[in-house]
């Protein structure tokens, strides 16, 4: 099994910049897939970000393209999302999530198809 804790997360203006960090920890952290997601109040985790094997597959959020960036260290077992012209809708809890997959072509958008997740870091922007 994986253990994931994020951080990074924090209050900052909207335009501005933040990068999350996730450190993993257990057994062979570079054959997994890794992504984010995020969960504002009273609505479900949505999909933000998903990186392969060497994270260079990477696939995002309509809502995040272009401002967000998804990648890994696989030799420090940490995976980072460095999110940049943020806005007030972007203000949620993010969470980091792993799952074992077969090659460095696989990559998933969909919650259910992980298997292990932090506990989640709060990310707020004001305007």
């Known amino acids: 099994q994986v253990q994931l804790v994020e951080s990074g997360g924090g209050l900052v203006q909207a335009g501005g910049s933040l990068r999350l960090s996730c450190a993993a920890s257990g057994r062979t952290f570079s054959s997994c897939t890794v992504g984010w997601f995020r969960q504002a109040p009273g609505k479900e985790r949505e999909f933000v970000a998903t990186?392969?094997?060497?994270?260079?597959?990477?696939v995002y959020a309509d809502s995040v393209k272009g401002r967000f960036t998804i990648s890994r260290d696989n030799a420090k077992n940490t995976v980072y999302l460095q999110m940049n012209s943020l806005k007030p809708e972007d203000t949620a809890v993010y969470y980091c999530?792993?799952?074992?997959?077969?090659?460095?072509?696989?990559?998933?958008?969909?919650?259910?198809?992980?298997?292990?997740w932090g506990q989640g870091t709060q990310v707020t922007v004001s305007s």
């Open positions: 990186a392969s094997w060497s994270g260079r597959r990477t």
């Open positions: 999530a792993a799952v074992y997959s077969y090659s460095d072509s696989f990559y998933y958008t969909e919650r259910a198809q992980y298997d292990y």
